[in-house]
């Protein structure tokens, strides 16, 4: 056939619009699922708004369609119209009683039948992509990603742009990327914060949503080595103001999400109560040394105070909370090069101005972020120590040495907060093509 594109088509979200009732719409999309009787084609049509359930008779719509549509395999794409009827016993309450159905091209055979692993889902997830789980993710995804543009907009920061091929490493080179460079070797970037504390000596509040890249070993539900981090860095800042303004934003994307995702959030059975009963409190802020407090006290869990947190002390400590949590002040020795000393803090050791965010419900660290260090001496000490070489970061020490000022920022893993907000048991279904140690195709 010749598929003519006409203007009227509705959407199936548009059809179940108060109003619609009794009249004939066109629709378009693809086949769901399908099956038949003698008499009856039963047939539940799909597009990016949502499922419809069809039916058409032998006698409506004629002896050829109906026999070439009840051999339909499913995802074949369709254009059909219909009368919409109201039907409490149909998926969505509704119901389209068929007078005309075209194929625009009829399917092979799926692929994807019930119930298959994880693992062939994503080895399909060029074609998974369509699947109701996916299409909600995705949209929540959109949405997320469209109020962090929104959030820093309205509060005057401008968007810079950082260079995804890099020099230098901003999160220790154990993570690094190489990628073959002319006759050179570059990396991919871990971060954009280096190049970010350039930027805001012109625009002073900027921020971003980029790919990022690191070459994690750990295979874990909560480790991707391509993910996309929204990264903000504002001049006059401290680690405490930035710390609020990461809360701010954590809340605000969550409102938007509630807003316009509430029936995704249902479909993915991520009860979107949740979500508002963290809203409706407040977001604590501990130290780090308080946080081993409450591990040795309520957890009975002894670690020794200077070791970074791992995935279980982070599980262990959010099993107390219900809200997203920031800890401040972890101990310097175990943080990256950049991070400064906070004099005026209680702690057996040496603390860095510095906080994390947690999510709770055992998604763990969803932000990290710090003040910058100004001190030339101190951060050529702590290059030295993570075993860089000092005079590839003579670029960045120029920013100490032209009108350095007290600034910070820090970075939101947007496949972590997805992964939070739709409750998702594995990071890679939060991103339309993971890239994992063991995973590149498709
Ligand atoms: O804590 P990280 O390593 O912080 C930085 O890179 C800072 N330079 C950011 C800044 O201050 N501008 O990473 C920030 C966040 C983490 O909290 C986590 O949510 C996410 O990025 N993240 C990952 N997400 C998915 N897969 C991974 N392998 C991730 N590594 C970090
Ligand atoms: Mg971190």
Redesign the pocket.
Known sequence: MVFKMPQSYLSIEQAKEAGREGTVVDLRGWVYRTRGSNKLVFLVLRDSTGIIQCVGSKDDLGEEVFKRSKELFIESSVTLSGTVHKDERAPGGFELHLNRIEAVKAAEPFPITKDQSEEFLREKRHLWLRSRKMNAILKVRSTVTGAIHEFFRGRGYYEFTPPIFTPNA??GGS?LFEVKYYDDVIYLT????LY?EAAIFSLERIYDVSP?F?A?KSKTS????E?W?A???AAWMGYREAAKVAMDEVRFITERVLERNRADLELLEADPSRLERALSKEWPMITYTEALGLLRDRGGLEVEWGKDLRTIEEEKLMEHFDTPVVIIQYPKEVM?FYKPVEPDAEAPGPVARCF??LAPEGYG??????ERDTDMDSIKKALEKQGEKVENYDWYLDLRRYGSVPHS?????V???ISWLCKLDN?KDAIPFPRTMTRTFP
């Open positions: 901003c999160e993570t871990q971060s954009w914060q970010a990022t690191r994690e909560r480790h991707l080595s993910f981090m990264e903000m860095e990256a994390d965010m660290e969803i932000v990290g972020g710090s920022g820090y970075g939101l893993g496949e972590r907060l990071i």
